[in-house]
T-cell receptor, first 113, second 115 residues
């Protein structure tokens, strides 16, 4: 069965600093990978996704993620944090056996001025 | 194009009461899902539907029932609410993951408190 691990339930950065949110997955076949963002009191919004092709994926709001098969990782980065990036971020992986998404437990990003 | 909508946005129930949460999507999606979100546990799948008239159990189905009488609507019912069902409920939909369209579109959520 697929699983997703997000290291760090809370991450705090200063405005302008690098954002790095970690995601590792287990999969026996090449997966489809997703990052979703949830702003306070809102639903989940797709940030970016990896399906096939280029392993560096660019998303909305300046975020990007790199699929590294050898490390089974799909870490999310942003070069310079903005106050508006404060939210909860979820990594998800497709499960080819069930056709469902498996979500990580989420990482709450705080951005300090 | 409203996407995925949910009603109500908030609800407070007493233990033992019943209620129905409504999810509607206008994207002609085949698959619809109900999740619950609890602190530190991410999203857990309650029930899902692969098309009109079909439903299936997810990871945490106990205490919930669902119906998909129309393709655009997916209802989640609580027959006898319990405090353990206090949570935020999200509905989602996608086109057809069997065709590798895995991206799910989410509604804004329903915050339910059971006293």
């Amino acid at each position: 069965a697929q699983s997703v691990t997000q290291l760090g339930s809370h991450v705090s950065v200063s405005e302008g600093a690098l954002v790095l949110l970690r995601c590792n997955y287990s999969s026996s076949v090449p997966p489809y990978l997703f990052w979703y963002v949830q702003y306070p009191n809102q639903g989940l919004q797709l940030l970016l996704k990896y399906t096939t092709g280029a392993t560096l994926v660019k998303g909305i709001n300046g975020f990007e993620a790199e699929f590294k098969k050898s490390e089974t990782s799909f870490h999310l980065t942003k070069p310079s944090a903005h106050m508006s990036d404060a939210a909860e971020y979820f990594c998800a992986v497709s499960d080819p056996d069930t056709d469902k998404l498996i979500f990580g437990t989420g990482t709450r990003l705080q951005v300090f001025p | 194009n409203a996407g995925v909508t949910q009603t109500p946005k908030f609800r407070v129930l007493k233990t033992g009461q019943s209620m129905t949460l409504l999810c509607a999507q206008d994207m002609n999606h085949e698959y619809m899902y109900w999740y619950r979100q609890d602190p530190g546990m991410g999203l857990r799948l309650i029930h899902y539907s692969v098309g009109e008239g079909t439903t299936a159990k997810g990871e945490v189905p106990d205490g919930y029932n669902v119906s998909r009488l129309k393709k655009q609507n997916f209802l989640l019912g609580l027959e006898s609410a319990a405090p353990s069902q206090t949570s935020v409920y999200f509905c989602a939909s996608n086109f057809d993951p069997g065709l590798r369209y895995y991206e799910q579109f989410f509604g804004p959520g329903t915050r339910l408190t059971v006293l």
